[in-house]
């Protein structure tokens, strides 16, 4: 088993910055890919980033591609989501999870991964 607990959320004028932090408590944490997942008003919960356990391989949504940054400090059990150059259509709930089955990348189909954080809310304003 693995709790995770996201926070860092809050409202940011379009432009702005954000960053999100995923506590990790558990099973061995740097030993699986973690990923990062958003769900807006009416739409279901999508990809945004995924992290590998070790390597620092990372994969993004092409929505965010080039604005968000994830990362993870392992000695801590603690995974980031720098959020940057903030749009309204980046409003939604944020959440981490992972599926503790692979090291090197989560699915991008939430409803494979069985671990997830109670989420943390940005609210991004024009």
């Known amino acids: 088993q693995v709790q995770l607990a996201e926070s860092g959320g809050g409202s940011v004028a379009a432009g702005g910055s954000l960053r999100l932090s995923c506590a990790a408590s558990?099973?061995?944490?740097?030993?699986?890919?973690m990923g990062w997942f958003r769900r807006a008003p009416g739409k279901e919960r999508e990809f945004v980033a995924s992290i590998s356990g070790s390597t620092g391989y990372t994969v993004y949504a092409d929505s965010v591609k080039g604005r968000f940054s994830v990362t993870r400090d392992n000695a801590k059990n603690l995974v980031y989501l720098q959020m940057s150059s903030l749009k309204p259509e980046d409003t939604a709930v944020y959440y981490c999870?992972?599926?503790?089955?692979?090291?090197?990348?989560?699915?991008?189909?939430?409803?494979?991964?069985?671990?997830w954080g109670q989420g943390t809310q940005v609210t991004v304003s024009s």
């Open positions: 999870g992972s599926d503790l089955k692979s090291g090197w990348v989560v699915s991008r189909r939430a409803a494979e991964l069985d671990y």
């Open positions: 558990g099973r061995t944490f740097s030993t699986y890919a």
